[in-house]
Structures are given as C-alpha cells and as structure tokens.
C-alpha cells in the first residue's frame, strides 16, 4: 500500500542531511504552518499564497529549506538507480544538458554525470542555506541581504532541474516504488510557489512543459 504525502516525505533516506529549523524561532513556526496546510489538503494554489501579515521573505525563506528537504529526498529515493553509467550527463533527454558551475572550483560550465552534479547541487544549496548572512537565522535582526531573492531563483532554478531529471529519466523507478503521487504533488506545490513569487522563468520549465500543462496548467496561463 502507498504511502501519505506526508508519511512519504518524512522518510529518512534523503541523499544529503536534511536542513532543519531551530524550535521557537519565527520561521520554525511558519515551517509548522506550511506543513499543516499541506496536511489539511487544500487548493495548493491557495496554501502558498502569503499568509497575513507575515514577511515574504521569510516565507519563501522557509519554502526554500523545505523544497530544498523535499527534492533531497525525491533524488534519495532513485539514487541507487543514477550512476555514472546509467546517467553518464546530468541532462533532462536529449535536447537538454545541465552543466555545473559554480564560479569557484568550476568557473566554467562543466559537463559533469547526474550523480556527480546533484552531489555538487546539494553541497552547494547547503553552504548558501548555512550562510547567515544569506538565510539569517534570527529575523528582524538585519533582515535578509538585497542579493536574497536573486539567490533564492538561482537555487530553485537548480533545484528543478532535478525533477526535470528524475521524471525523464527515472520515471519507471518513480512508479515502481509508488512515489509517483507524492512525486507530483510536491512537483505542483513547487510550480504553484515559483509562479506566486515570479522565482521560475517558463523557458526554465520548457522540458516538463507539457506534464506540467496536465498536472498543474494555471501555472502556465501566469507564469513570466
């Protein structure tokens, strides 16, 4: 029998540590809130929406770590099926290759096997989400740097790069472990956050674009 949404998501086998939020801080409490929402089952076009009175970065502060969590998770689970000889590019079929840089050990785009770039990903999503001048831990205390919202798009611009990844290439797996639905809905909460905050390009979602048109098509009708 398949898992809940939220039975699936609170499994251990994540492929890096998962990031965590520190108990009664403000963010630890919006984290609690989200995951109620989600649990309650509402309009997921509706439960990423800002909640009242509430500061947006914070709140997408908060989604960041958790979609971070979510999709560190998703590669976990197929991550004995992507090698180097089973994924020899991190690429999303043919008309699509991902390369990595990261402007210090690799100051050029770097074509680099799946395993290796989502390895590469996460350490480098860590280290930002680590960095409290970035992602402070107190708020209201300095508050968030102005470069905060281009380097959440930057991260959940990569972080779907991963989905675009596992659903080309990994989707036998996704179906044979009944991740399937809880794949998708995380898939469509991600899209519904991206186009409420304008964090996601459409060109960047060209290579899921039609299963994206099927699961979740409101995305399309306002994303920019």
């Given at each position: 029998m398949a898992l809940s949404f939220t039975s699936f998501f609170a499994k251990d086998k994540t492929f890096r540590p998962k990031k965590n939020f520190e108990?009664?801080?403000?963010?630890?409490?919006?984290?609690?809130?989200?995951?109620?929402?989600l649990k309650s089952g509402l309009d997921l076009k509706e439960i990423v929406k800002l909640p009242k009175n509430e500061n947006e970065d914070d709140w997408i502060a908060v989604h960041v770590v958790?979609?971070?969590?979510?999709?560190?998770?998703?590669?976990?689970i197929i991550n004995d099926y992507c090698t180097s000889k089973t994924c020899p590019?991190?690429?999303?079929?043919?008309r699509y290759e991902y390369r990595w840089c990261d402007g210090i050990k690799y100051k050029k785009p770097t074509s680099l096997n799946a395993h290796d770039y989502m390895t590469l990903l996460m350490e480098w999503i860590e280290t930002i989400l680590n960095d409290e001048s970035i992602f402070p831990v107190q708020t209201g205390i300095g508050g968030f740097p102005k470069n905060f919202r281009s380097t959440c798009k930057k991260i959940l611009s990569?972080?779907?790069?991963?989905?675009?990844?596992?659903?080309?290439?990994?989707?036998?797996?996704?179906?044979?472990?009944?991740?399937?639905?809880?794949?998708?809905?995380?898939?469509?909460?991600?899209?519904?956050?991206?186009?409420?905050?304008d964090l996601l390009k459409?060109?960047?979602?060209?290579?899921?674009?039609d299963m994206t048109n099927r699961l979740c098509p409101e995305v399309f009708r306002i994303a920019k």
């Amino acid at each position: 029998m398949a898992l809940s949404f939220t039975s699936f998501f609170a499994k251990d086998k994540t492929f890096r540590p998962k990031k965590n939020f520190e108990p009664g801080t403000l963010r630890y409490s919006l984290h609690k809130q989200a995951c109620a929402s989600l649990k309650s089952g509402l309009d997921l076009k509706e439960i990423v929406k800002l909640p009242k009175n509430e500061n947006e970065d914070d709140w997408i502060a908060v989604h960041v770590v958790d979609f971070y969590n979510r999709i560190n998770l998703i590669y976990g689970i197929i991550n004995d099926y992507c090698t180097s000889k089973t994924c020899p590019t991190m690429s999303g079929g043919p008309r699509y290759e991902y390369r990595w840089c990261d402007g210090i050990k690799y100051k050029k785009p770097t074509s680099l096997n799946a395993h290796d770039y989502m390895t590469l990903l996460m350490e480098w999503i860590e280290t930002i989400l680590n960095d409290e001048s970035i992602f402070p831990v107190q708020t209201g205390i300095g508050g968030f740097p102005k470069n905060f919202r281009s380097t959440c798009k930057k991260i959940l611009s990569r972080l779907y790069r991963v989905f675009v990844h596992v659903y080309v290439h990994h989707f036998d797996h996704i179906v044979d472990l009944q991740a399937e639905p809880h794949i998708n809905m995380c898939y469509k909460h991600f899209c519904y956050f991206c186009r409420e905050f304008d964090l996601l390009k459409k060109e960047e979602m060209a290579p899921l674009y039609d299963m994206t048109n099927r699961l979740c098509p409101e995305v399309f009708r306002i994303a920019k």
